[in-house]
């Protein structure tokens, strides 16, 4: 119990409140009234987040509270109570307003994760909040000891847990490529460790193997983390949907089916040109196959979300979702700190990787890339295949991106109960980028209005966007779908 000689004025109806501080609960600043006991939790929160200021003596509307003690015996007992409940120190000062005198407990952002009663605690905004969900913990401790979950040992013997003939064909295919990001200096005949570490330093642990090289070339990787697999699901309908097999195996072997499942289940589009196409009379009369997705993109997606996922969550999957016009890959866990979902779209952007030996892996395989421009090659492919730029999003601890179809495919429209003419005029806008009154008449005859009434519906479907107002000027365009990095997927 406190001593009446350091007992700062009671708070409630009883205490006194003088002149305004300025100060505002923030991110980073607290403000109490009291005891440093009533704030003891918001200090852990701070040490475990950025760091910020607990002001003592300070009312939640700024105002200072009259009377309060700052002498040197109350400072030491805060610094006392601090130090025995979190192990931690704190830098405390004085701070006047008007004459009137309060605390500032600052405290800085520990490199190790701090805890108040076996509980931890980090800042959510202006709220302290207790982090309750393991996965987030997990996560938490990582980052603030450095590690990474990839590299920590997975408790297994490199002999027993890593497949020599799968390390082997890594490092082969390597080495033989146009380009090699391998050194030609490794070969078959050194070590695992040896081998692992000339890879990425850290795949090896003392004589076990990392999270990472389990994954990587591990004879049952599932077996040391089972949730280590690509779920893959064609949506009909509500109640009408097709699981697929699971992919899993290797990160490698996991990226690989998961692509073939994908474009199994979406296979090119056979037709022939529009006619006004242009071309010689062979070309007009050959068959033409369109991919539904541009394959490249769908492997980037794919191979970002198996490399870049967040290990930690348990049970997490990666999720392929098909729908009757797009196709939706996730994988657990949010962008990293920093990088934001508009920052996707910038050439380079901002990378962090959060499984950095899987991911030096993936780079020397060619699987993925360096440097923050996948998802820039992601949309420059759509663009390329005359497809929809994909969207990224972030929902529920989930990172997301969705690839469109193109709306103007021929059997799209005709399910939607379009004429032939509209049919035919999509089916233009699709190959050639855009169309006329001019070219539109040509391909279809009839009437002016006729003409007219088509188009305008395509536009008031969302099909076909026009440009400008009137003259020979004006022509239709395929209208934007998806592109961005908002909407519902």
């Given at each position: 119990m406190t001593n009446a000689s350091t007992t700062p004025r009671p708070r409630g109806p009883n205490r006194v409140l003088g002149p305004q501080t300025g100060l505002a609960e923030a991110d980073e600043i607290e403000l109490k009234e009291s005891v440093i006991d009533d704030a003891l939790e918001d200090v852990c929160a701070f040490a475990n987040t950025a760091g910020g200021t607990v002001y003592l003596g300070v009312a939640k509307d700024g105002r200072v509270v009259v009377g309060y003690d700052v002498s040197d015996e109350r400072q030491r007992v805060v610094g006392q109570k601090v130090r025995s409940a979190l192990q931690i120190d704190v830098g405390i000062s004085v701070c006047t307003v008007e004459g009137h005198a309060y605390l500032a407990v600052r405290v800085d952002r520990k490199k190790k994760p701090v805890y108040l009663r076996q509980v931890y605690y980090h800042r959510v905004g202006t709220e302290?909040?207790?982090?309750?969900?393991?996965?987030?913990l997990t996560s938490m401790l990582l980052v603030r000891t450095g590690r990474t979950w990839d590299a920590l040992s997975a408790d297994v013997a490199l002999a027993d847990a890593v497949d020599r003939a799968r390390l082997s064909?890594?490092?082969?295919n390597a080495q033989t490529r146009e380009n090699p990001r391998l050194s030609a200096e490794v070969t078959?005949?050194?070590?695992?460790?040896?081998?692992?570490?000339?890879?990425?330093?850290?795949?090896?642990?003392?004589?076990?193997?990392?999270?990472?090289?389990v994954l990587l070339f591990g004879r049952e990787p599932q077996r040391v983390v089972p949730h280590a697999r690509v779920k893959v699901i064609e949506f009909r309908?509500?109640?009408d949907l097709t699981e697929y097999p699971e992919c899993v195996g290797t990160v490698f072997e996991q990226i690989d089916e998961a692509l073939r499942t994908v474009m199994r289940a979406n296979p090119p589009h056979v037709g022939f040109p529009a006619a006004g196409a242009g071309g010689d009379v062979a070309e007009r009369t050959r068959r033409q196959e369109t991919p539904v997705y541009a394959e490249l993109a769908i492997k980037e997606a794919i191979a970002n979300a198996v490399v870049h996922r967040d290990y930690a969550v348990p049970g997490a999957e990666v999720e392929i979702k098909m729908f009757a016009d797009r196709l939706v890959i996730m994988n657990p866990g949010a962008l990293p700190a920093g990088i934001t979902v508009g920052m996707l779209r910038l050439n380079p952007h901002p990378s962090l990787r959060r499984n950095p030996l899987i991911a030096q892996a993936g780079y020397i395989d060619y699987y993925v890339e360096r440097y923050g421009t996948g998802t820039v090659r992601m949309i420059e492919r759509c663009r390329a295949a005359r497809l929809p730029e994909p969207i990224f999003e972030v929902q529920g601890g989930f990172f997301s991106v969705t690839f469109f179809k193109d709306p103007l495919r021929p059997e799209h429209l005709e399910r939607l109960g379009l004429n032939a003419r509209q049919v035919l005029a999509g089916s233009y806008v699709r190959q050639t980028g855009r169309i006329d009154n001019a070219t539109y008449a040509t391909l279809v005859g009839g009437t002016l209005p006729t003409r007219a009434r088509d188009l305008e519906d395509l536009v008031a479907r969302g099909l076909l966007r026009k440009v400008g107002t009137r003259g020979p000027g004006v022509h239709w365009v395929a209208a934007p779908?998806?592109?961005?990095?908002g909407g519902v997927a």
């Open positions: 302290t909040v207790a982090v309750t969900d393991t996965a987030e064909e890594f490092v082969r078959d005949g050194h070590p695992v460790e040896h081998v692992l570490n000339h890879i990425a330093d850290g795949l090896a642990v003392d004589g076990e193997a990392s999270n990472a090289a309908s509500t109640d779908v998806g592109g961005g990095v």
